[in-house]
Each structure stands twice: as structure tokens, then as C-alpha cells.
């Protein structure tokens, strides 16, 4: 966190104003493998490149007349801005079994929900 300190001579009382939020590790590593649920920025949490899960973290599927719900299945989104904004999805995938998904240099974040974790494929 930085801050700026500013003491009161007279009650000796010093407050600290914070500016901005919490700041990245320096040198912190992208993680592999990314985990199966969250949002990723590209670059300082994970690195580009094509990603492979086994589908969903789910222990057991709801079906409902032969179709899995929404809930039982292994769903993504990369986007073009660093945020969960839907206008700005560039690709996105739903499945219960394995797939890949394709991180590349122009995609600014990653978002998974209830995937098994994210490998980076060599």
C-alpha cells in the first residue's frame, strides 16, 4: 500500500491517506496452472498461450430433459479489457469434458468458472 503521512504537531495524531490499492508483488510469477474458478488479468497473474482443462470441477451433473445445466458444466471467457465487462468477450466456451482455450497476446483477461485447473500446454 502506498500512502502519504501527515502528523498533527499538537495532538500528536498522524493520519496516513492511502492512494491507490494494494501493490503487486515485484517479480511475482504467472500462475500455472490457473485454477479452475476466477479472473485473471493477462500478463502480471498469467501468462498467454493455450490452456488445457479436463471440464468440470463438478463432482456430480444436474440434467434437465438430457441437457446439463449451466452449473454442472466448465464455462470460460477471455476478454479484450482488463475487466468482466460481457460487451468485451472475444471467445468463451461451456462443456463438461476437456478443452483448450487460446490466451493469446491480445487478450487481456481470463475468466473460469467451476473448471477443473487450467495447464499451459507446451
Request: glycine share 10%.
Amino acid at each position: 500500500m502506498t500512502g502519504s503521512r501527515r502528523c498533527h504537531a499538537i495532538a500528536s495524531l498522524c493520519a496516513v491517506a492511502v492512494v491507490g490499492g494494494p501493490v503487486p508483488q515485484a517479480g511475482a510469477d504467472p500462475i500455472d496452472p490457473i485454477p479452475g474458478s476466477g479472473f485473471f488479468l493477462v500478463g502480471p497473474d498469467i501468462s498467454p498461450g493455450l490452456y488445457r482443462t479436463d471440464g468440470t470441477a463438478s463432482v456430480f451433473g444436474v440434467w434437465i430433459n438430457d441437457v446439463p445445466t449451466q452449473d454442472s458444466m466448465c464455462l470460460w471467457f477471455t476478454y479484450s479489457t482488463p475487466d468482466a465487462n460481457k460487451d468485451n468477450v472475444v471467445s468463451t466456451n461451456i462443456s463438461m469434458g476437456p478443452m483448450y482455450a487460446n490466451i493469446n497476446s491480445t487478450v487481456k483477461a481470463f475468466e473460469s468458472r467451476n473448471c477443473a485447473p487450467w495447464v499451459r500446454v507446451p
